[in-house]
């Protein structure tokens, strides 16, 4: 259960991720228990365990993670560019602000929308658990992911690339559906205000996350 004390706002060191940090992991977005939307509210791209075994993380802990989430370009580029008409704008706005002083300097808006979608597929925020889900007791274990934008339509079938930057929690049972979902939400502040600072905004730059070569399951 939930230690009955104040949550970290923000996880991991302020100067940049630390071994095993960054994780890298991808796979194509399968279908789960179908819980995430109609339970709680909060979808999960969930991807094949094997994912873990082909990065030779088969030993990664369960828990909750943050990081940056690339989708290949089948679904991806439909959407609006992060940090637009998204549920989480005020927190997408600050994560944005921080990234186009890191990254893009006067770039312009336009410009920038462009080099988000073009046809590489996007980059967003993401929050993460990997584990045996033990409010909902499963017997088998899951990579799910829960990107901080507002998609119109669902995207199974995309690949996703995942440069995981920080451990947030472990993974806990509650004592119902509704302190769950309000630790996920918490979870979801805390992964972004993590990855708003500099030594972790910089990665949304890394080329492995629009690389979708070789990835046969890439949908067309
Ligand atoms: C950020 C995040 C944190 C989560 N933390 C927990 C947790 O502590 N305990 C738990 O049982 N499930 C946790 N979950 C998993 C949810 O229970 C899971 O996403 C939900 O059951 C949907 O599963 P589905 O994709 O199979 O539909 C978490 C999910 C996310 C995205
Ligand atoms: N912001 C989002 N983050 C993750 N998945 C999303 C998001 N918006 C829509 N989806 C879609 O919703 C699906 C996940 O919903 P969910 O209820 O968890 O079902 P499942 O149990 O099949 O994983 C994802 O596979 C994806 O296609
Ligand atoms: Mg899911």
Do not use: C
């Amino acid at each position: 259960m939930r230690p009955d004390k104040p949550r970290d706002p923000i996880a991991g060191p302020d100067d940049g991720p630390e071994p095993p940090f960054p994780l890298r992991l991808n796979g194509k977005v399968i279908k789960g228990f179908g819980r995430g939307s109609s339970e709680l509210g909060i979808p999960t791209a969930n991807i094949p365990l094997s994912g873990l075994s082909i990065g030779g993380h088969e030993d990664v802990e369960s828990g909750v993670y943050f990081g940056w989430a690339g989708l290949s370009p089948s679904k991806a580029t439909h959407q609006h560019p992060p940090g637009t008409e998204s549920k989480y704008k005020h927190m997408a706005v600050k994560v944005y602000e921080t990234l186009n002083a890191v990254l893009f300097g006067t770039i312009k808006e336009e410009e920038q929308k462009n080099s988000w979608t073009k046809d590489l597929g996007a980059v967003y925020p993401m929050v993460m658990s990997i584990g045996w889900n033990p409010f909902y007791k499963n017997t088998v274990r899951s990579v799910e992911v829960h990107i901080m934008h507002h998609f119109e339509t669902d995207f199974y079938g995309s690949h996703m690339n995942l440069d995981i930057l920080g451990f947030i929690r472990p993974e806990l049972d509650y004592v119902s559906k509704e302190s769950l979902i309000e630790d996920i939400k918490t979870d979801i502040d805390v992964a972004g205000r993590s990855l708003a600072r500099p030594a972790y905004a910089k990665f949304i730059k890394d080329p492995y996350l629009l690389d979708f070569k070789d990835k046969d399951e890439v949908a067309s």
